[in-house]
């Protein structure tokens, strides 16, 4: 009888305690009685990425022309050069701040963060459609890279507001919400540019739209992320308010210490682990190495996704497509839907099967002949050309987000709560230095290769995708050991 009243002392003494004041708390309790797949913040993380990522590759389909329309490029061989530097503006300014943005979400809360980045959403790419010259596209991309830090956050928010079952599912809500953004923004930008001349019975050439051809797409983006930007205002806050030296503070398991000290010494060596310093992110190899991968994935997926518009609207005697910016919007939109179909409904799935190590190793793999394929898809015409790169432009971007999506997890598993901000404000900063370098080399590498048609090896457009298939081969060793680790306790 002592024993089971023994036992049932211990068990109130472990049983949570939510602090009333406290917004983490609050998330806590409600995760502890929750039942079933919680939709609504499902719904609300999809948004708040979605308005984001809709920015980052939507100038991607007109970049070219908008290049042309600047009248800085010589020939067009060196409009791809110019292009690039435009499309590695943003990632630039990201790099540069999304460790400061990290600790202020690991301070003040994911909230602010989230509410500053969608304001300048709102702001800059606004300016951005507006660019009369290229140091105005350059400089308003770059100014929205500096304050748009909020997908860090957002990946530690979507790691603490879900249940430990729900995880996988939360992350791929995040990463499906960026890939779907990178490619429906892009998307956005085929359709609405140029209005006046693909629309001249709703759009005059006299038009607001018709002297900024490349506004539209930019207002819309920004008014969705108007929207979003209201609605973050009832957004739940996940970060603790009663943190000491850096960490939760639980009563209820000092007050476990306190009644059983002198009888248990794994309780008290439990809690002589748990008062040491936090070890530095830098020394954490798990999520370092993760981070390291992950970078060289996104190097990898930028340069491709800006290669991809500028190959399709090149002309054919340059090994292009000759697509104009609508063709590329169709085309980016059936792989957005095909990705937003995989990712709902099988990605939580094939992550339970395999893992996150196996599906980023995978991915990869796969990648390298999917690519390899590009060049002779440029070959064909009419039907089979249409559908053979839909096919190919689907499977791709399914891979892309898949392997990022795998990534995301095994970065926020790396790492306890109150590190998880700036944690992934390393990887955002990480991700962005790679994603910089991504569209300016592989503008610089595209126009290199345009004027090298008749090399002896691999010319013209089969250099480029040479180049990127070496990049993906190098991020796919590096998911083997003794690189890339997983952190022990997780």
């Not at 943003?90 to 909230?111: C, E, H, N, P, Q």
């Not at 248990?264 to 992110?281: R, V």
């Not at 002896?456 to 457009?461: N, R, S, V, Y």
Request: aromatic share 12%; glycine share 8%.
């Amino acid at each position: 009888m002592a024993a089971l009243e023994e036992e049932e002392y211990r068990e109130r003494l472990l049983k949570k305690v939510y602090h009333e004041n406290c917004p983490g708390c609050k998330i806590e309790e409600e995760k502890a009685s929750q039942r079933g797949v919680p939709i609504r913040k499902l719904v609300a993380i999809w948004m708040i990425v979605l308005a984001s990522a809709l920015p980052i590759s939507s100038l991607f389909p007109f970049l070219y022309f908008m290049i042309r329309d600047f009248h800085i490029a010589k020939s067009p061989e060196d409009i791809g050069f110019y292009a690039g530097y435009v499309g590695s503006s943003y990632m630039l300014g990201r790099a540069l701040t999304s460790v400061f943005w990290g600790i202020v979400a690991d301070r003040y809360g994911r909230k602010p963060v989230i509410i500053i980045g969608t304001i300048a959403v709102v702001i800059f790419n606004t300016l951005f459609g507006l660019s009369v010259n290229y140091w105005m596209a350059i400089t308003t991309r770059f100014l929205l890279g500096s304050l748009n830090g909020l997908l860090g956050p957002v990946k530690a928010y979507a790691s603490e507001v879900f249940r430990e079952e729900h995880q996988a599912l939360g992350m791929s809500t995040v990463s499906t919400a960026w890939g779907i953004g990178l490619i429906i923004g892009p998307a956005l930008g085929g359709f609405f540019a140029q209005p006046a001349e693909k629309y001249p019975g709703i759009f005059s050439a006299d038009s607001i739209f018709g002297r900024f051809p490349y506004f539209l797409p930019c207002l819309c983006i920004s008014l969705f992320a108007l929207g979003v930007t209201v609605a973050c205002f009832w957004l739940p806050e996940t970060l603790h308010n009663h943190n000491q030296n850096g960490r939760l503070h639980d009563d209820s398991f000092e007050a476990l210490e306190t009644a059983s000290c002198a009888s248990n010494a794994n309780e008290m060596k439990q809690k002589a682990e748990e008062q040491k310093p936090k070890e530095s992110l830098m020394k954490n190899w798990p999520l370092m190495s993760s981070i390291i991968v992950y970078c060289v994935f996104s190097l990898h997926d930028m340069a491709y996704t800006e290669i991809f518009s500028l190959w399709a609207e090149s002309p054919r005697k340059l090994g292009g497509l000759s697509y104009s910016t609508k063709d590329v919007g169709e085309v980016l939109t059936i792989s957005g839907f095909g990705l937003f179909l995989f990712q709902t409904a099988l990605y939580p799935y094939v992550e339970k099967m395999l893992g996150p190590i196996r599906i980023a190793r995978l991915g990869g793999v796969l990648t390298i002949p999917l690519l390899s394929s590009y060049p002779f898809i440029a070959m064909l015409s009419g039907f089979a050309l249409s559908m053979l790169l839909n096919v190919a432009s689907l499977l791709k971007n399914v891979i892309s987000i898949t392997v990022v999506t795998s990534l995301f997890i095994l970065q926020n598993r790396a790492v306890d709560q109150d590190q998880r901000g700036a944690a992934n404000g390393i990887a955002m900063t990480g991700m962005s230095l790679f994603k910089a370098v991504g569209p300016a080399g592989g503008g610089a590498v595209f126009s290199w290769a345009q004027k090298r048609l008749d090399a002896a090896i691999l010319p013209g457009i089969q250099m480029v995708f040479f180049i990127l298939n070496l990049v993906e081969a190098i991020a796919v060793l590096m998911t083997f050991k003794p690189f890339l680790t997983v952190r022990d306790d997780k």
